[in-house]
Structure formats: structure tokens, C-alpha cells
């Protein structure tokens, strides 16, 4: 868990590079359409505005932000469901849906790429900064089998199957 204090606050976004939760003023930050930010919506929403800008339409599993930008500049005549040319439009846009281009929101690595990496970078345009307050969790896993009834009926079938083949 990080949690920045107040005299981080006080200072200017660029110079701290974080966004508080409540903060909604931040120029060029993608944060008008969710009530508080954090970078996951940030880049959500970049990614929505661009491919409504784009294609007029967003795939199925994006919330409906087409609902709430209409009323903003920009974003007038947009529906709900893609038409054909909207599917078509989004399946040649999937850098957008699958990267963020490093470019547009991480000034601090520009002097690092040469300029034929910086023309074959793509994905979206978003400058996100990082939350203020971030909770990061680590998720495992593991498996085992767990005898259960139909486990045991299995095996007692297979007893019988030897027994059978050796009448």
C-alpha cells in the first residue's frame, strides 16, 4: 500500500507525478467520466474516447461511457452498438485496445529511445500519471485433486475393468 501525504499535495502533478483520487482538475489527465481517479480508469477512459473518436462505437465489454461523454464536446451522434463498419473499425484499432504508447505519458523516456523505436510504438495516447494512493495485491494459486464420490466410483470401475479382462 503507498499513500503520499500532504506536502506531496501541495506540490506541482508534474514535479510529483501522482494523482490523488479526488483530484479532477489535472490538465490533459483523462478523468471527467468516473467520480474518483486512479490510473486503470484513467487509461479506461483514454482508450473509450479514443476508439469512440475513431470507430463511433465501443466493444461490448466496456462499461457505457458512450452514455455519459454524448454530452461532450466531441462525442455527439454516438450509439450504443457497433455497426459492421464500427466491428471493422474496432478490429483494426486492437493497439489501442492492447497497449498504452509510453511516449504520451512518460516524458522521462524520451531521450532514451532512438527515433526509429519512437515511430513503431503504438497504442493509445493517454497521459495517465499514477495514483497518490495506490493498494496493490498479489494473487496465487494452487490445485490438488479432491477425492470426491465420483473419483472413487471412477477407480472402482477401473477395478473392475481389470477383473473382467482377466476372466
Given at each position: 500500500?503507498?499513500?503520499?501525504?500532504?506536502?506531496?499535495?501541495?506540490?506541482?502533478?508534474?514535479?510529483?507525478?501522482?494523482i490523488?483520487?479526488?483530484?479532477?482538475?489535472?490538465?490533459?489527465?483523462?478523468?471527467?467520466?468516473?467520480?474518483?481517479?486512479?490510473?486503470?480508469?484513467?487509461?479506461?477512459?483514454?482508450?473509450?474516447?479514443?476508439?469512440?473518436?475513431?470507430?463511433?462505437?465501443?466493444?461490448?465489454?466496456?462499461?457505457?461511457?458512450?452514455?455519459?461523454?454524448?454530452?461532450q464536446?466531441?462525442?455527439?451522434?454516438?450509439?450504443?452498438?457497433?455497426?459492421?463498419?464500427?466491428?471493422?473499425?474496432?478490429?483494426?484499432?486492437?493497439?489501442?485496445?492492447?497497449?498504452?504508447?509510453?511516449?504520451?505519458?512518460?516524458?522521462?523516456?524520451?531521450?532514451?529511445?532512438?527515433?526509429?523505436?519512437?515511430?513503431?510504438?503504438?497504442?493509445?495516447?493517454?497521459?495517465?500519471?499514477?495514483?497518490?494512493?495506490?493498494?496493490?495485491?498479489?494473487?496465487?494459486?494452487?490445485?490438488?485433486?479432491?477425492?470426491?464420490?465420483?473419483?472413487?466410483?471412477?477407480?472402482?470401475?477401473?477395478?473392475?475393468?481389470k477383473?473382467?479382462?482377466?476372466?
Amino acid at each position: 500500500h503507498t499513500e503520499s501525504s500532504e506536502f506531496v499535495r501541495a506540490m506541482d502533478v508534474k514535479r510529483r507525478n501522482c494523482i490523488f483520487a479526488d483530484e479532477r482538475d489535472v490538465p490533459n489527465a483523462e478523468v471527467t467520466v468516473f467520480k474518483t481517479y486512479s490510473q486503470e480508469n484513467c487509461f479506461l477512459e483514454c482508450r473509450a474516447k479514443t476508439l469512440l473518436k475513431t470507430c463511433g462505437c465501443l466493444p461490448y465489454f466496456y462499461p457505457r461511457l458512450d452514455a455519459i461523454l454524448q454530452f461532450q464536446e466531441g462525442f455527439k451522434n454516438l450509439t450504443a452498438a457497433c455497426t459492421l463498419e464500427g466491428w471493422k473499425c474496432l478490429m483494426a484499432s486492437t493497439h489501442v485496445l492492447e497497449a498504452i504508447d509510453p511516449m504520451s505519458h512518460n516524458s522521462k523516456i524520451d531521450h532514451v529511445l532512438d527515433l526509429e523505436t519512437k515511430q513503431t510504438l503504438q497504442g493509445a495516447k493517454c497521459f495517465c500519471p499514477p495514483s497518490c494512493t495506490n493498494t496493490q495485491y498479489t494473487a496465487t494459486h494452487s490445485m490438488a485433486t479432491f477425492p470426491n464420490k465420483a473419483s472413487r466410483v471412477t477407480k472402482e470401475l477401473k477395478k473392475e475393468v481389470k477383473v473382467f479382462d482377466r476372466a
